[in-house]
């Protein structure tokens, strides 16, 4: 059987961080979002904080409004599955992803992975709380996690492996090794039957050698250097050129 091609999910946080410097909707999130559709990313991702920094609440419910005129779209919502917000965002707009994020409220930015082997028990029944919402669950996992294997029992769907240490590594001398650690959890990951996304500081310059290295890789989310790009060449190009990288590597 072929490998599915890897879908590009957009993450338009720093559409809102521009947005949030002045009082107007400009850059307006949903627009943002519609020419990305309209270029062909099959998705959608937000990631809500508590101090609502990027995302706000009605962003949450305005970009699933969007999503109801492309079916075809995933819409998917990062987050702490602690902080209560995002438990009320999964249960009201029911996205057809939850990617949860051990954040803490003053990370500037998603920075590791779950440590199962402390949180799984809390995880397990927010797990069972969002599949009852009819999501599927993906947990952001480092590369290096001796838990792969728990996540599935915990009633997840899906990793997503922390991509931060393979681009630091990328065109250094580590990058071979790097990119064979994150070969390894991703067969790992399959052999448990979950699926694998993957997701942070992902570019134009080091996707393609990141997807030929490591095998099915179903999705990524690409925020930062996707939306930077798109200040050079326009969202719906930045967006067509990172879908040739994906169904070209």
Same mark, same amino acid.
């Given at each position: 059987?072929?490998?599915?091609?890897?879908?590009?999910?957009?993450?338009?946080?720093?559409?809102?961080?521009?947005?949030?410097?002045?009082? @107007?909707?400009?850059?307006?999130?949903?627009?943002?979002?519609? #020419?990305?559709? /309209?270029? $062909? +990313?099959?998705? =959608?991702?937000?990631?809500?904080?508590?101090?609502?920094?990027?995302?706000?609440?009605?962003?949450?419910?305005?970009?699933?409004?969007?999503?109801?005129?492309?079916?075809?779209?995933?819409?998917?919502?990062?987050?702490?599955?602690?902080?209560?917000?995002?438990?009320?965002?999964?249960?009201?707009?029911?996205?057809?992803?939850?990617?949860?994020?051990?954040?803490?409220?003053?990370?500037?930015?998603?920075?590791?992975?779950?440590?199962?082997?402390?949180?799984?028990?809390?995880?397990?029944?927010?797990?069972?709380?969002?599949?009852?919402?009819?999501?599927?669950?993906? @947990?952001?996992?480092?590369?290096?996690?001796?838990?792969?294997? #728990?996540?599935? /029992?915990? $009633? +997840?769907?899906? =990793?997503?492996?922390?991509?931060?240490?393979?681009?630091?590594?990328?065109?250094?001398?580590?990058?071979?090794?790097?990119?064979?650690?994150?070969?390894?959890?991703?067969?790992?990951?399959?052999?448990?039957?979950?699926?694998?996304?993957?997701?942070?500081?992902?570019?134009?310059?080091?996707?393609?050698?990141?997807?030929?290295?490591?095998?099915?890789?179903?999705?990524?989310?690409?925020?930062?250097?996707?939306?930077?790009?798109?200040?050079?060449?326009?969202?719906?190009?930045?967006?067509?050129?990172?879908?040739?990288?994906?169904?070209?590597?």
């Amino acid at each position: 059987m072929a490998p599915a091609m890897t879908k590009l999910s957009v993450n338009i946080n720093k559409v809102a961080t521009l947005r949030n410097t002045r009082p @107007l909707d400009l850059p307006s999130v949903v627009k943002a979002a519609r #020419l990305c559709l /309209e270029a $062909g +990313a099959e998705g =959608i991702t937000v990631h809500p904080r508590p101090d609502q920094r990027h995302i706000r609440s009605h962003d949450v419910d305005d970009v699933a409004r969007l999503l109801k005129d492309y079916p075809r779209a995933e819409y998917n919502i990062e987050g702490n599955p602690f902080f209560d917000e995002y438990m009320r965002h999964a249960e009201r707009v029911r996205p057809k992803q939850c990617t949860l994020v051990p954040d803490t409220v003053e990370a500037s930015t998603s920075d590791h992975g779950w440590d199962l082997a402390r949180d799984a028990e809390r995880l397990r029944p927010v797990i069972a709380e969002l599949k009852s919402f009819g999501c599927r669950v993906s @947990l952001f996992m480092d590369a290096d996690s001796a838990c792969i294997p #728990l996540v599935r /029992e915990l $009633g +997840a769907d899906r =990793i997503e492996l922390y991509t931060a240490p393979y681009a630091e590594s990328f065109g250094t001398p580590l990058q071979g090794p790097t990119v064979a650690q994150y070969r390894q959890a991703a067969l790992i990951a399959a052999e448990e039957g979950l699926g694998v996304n993957a997701g942070h500081d992902l570019s134009q310059d080091n996707l393609g050698a990141f997807l030929t290295g490591v095998p099915n890789v179903l999705e990524v989310s690409i925020g930062h250097a996707l939306i930077a790009e798109a200040l050079e060449v326009g969202l719906p190009e930045t967006v067509r050129r990172y879908l040739r990288i994906c169904t070209s590597s």
